[in-house]
């Protein structure tokens, strides 16, 4: 895919993600890797109004070269780009769902929601607490690194979600499933709920294996 089409297909996404309240205000931000480096949404841009010439592009290393200013939450796509080999987008939401689970006490730090569905296995798999740290503390970049080395998924404590995928699409689908399973989990919170056993995660694992 060319990168103009690139920069329309986040720009579309974007405002996807927007209207149906995943995210609000200036909050958010979506990257797509190329070859030298990555596209990625704007410093203070609404996911709603995303204008495709002025997205930012960064170099390997996380550098500024064109466009507008990134996001300073740029370096939470650079850790999960160096871990994730494989990815080739990250999604970054305030999804209230999320962020709801992430202002929890007593959550498995490891391991944040449970297997309620097939798809999120699929979509998700372990979803690990990253430690809170206020917006743009560079020091959660580490934190982040700890935790993307063995998951392409992790949930910010007090903030949000950050998804890794094989390519937009992706990314943003795995985004949409966890947003559903959190406000499955808030939902069912005091009932009596049946999760996947472990057999039957396995089994998911086994006939669809994370790409990303």
Known sequence: MSETALREQIASYAKSLFDRGLTA???????????????????????????????????????????????KEAFLHRVMYRNRPKAKAV??????????????????????????????????????LVPYFPPGDEALAEAVAERTKTSHAVLLANHGPVVAGVDLPDAVYATEELEE????????????????????????????????
């Open 25 to 71: 205000g200036s909050t958010g931000n979506i990257s797509v890797r190329v070859d030298d480096g990555w596209l990625m949404t704007p410093t203070g841009s609404s996911m709603g109004m995303i204008d495709p010439a002025r997205i930012s592009r960064l170099d390997a290393e996380g550098r500024h070269v064109s466009g507008d200013p990134p996001t």
């Open 91 to 128: 999604v970054h939401l305030h999804s209230t769902h999320c962020v709801a689970v992430s202002c929890l006490c007593d959550l498995n730090e490891n391991d944040v929601l449970p297997p309620l569905t097939a798809y999120y296995v699929m979509r998700v798999g372990r979803l690990p």
């Open 181 to 212: 399973t959190a406000k499955l989990f808030l939902m069912l919170r005091g009932e009596r709920t049946r999760p996947l056993t472990c057999d039957e995660t396995t089994e998911l694992n086994r006939r669809f294996p994370s790409k990303v």
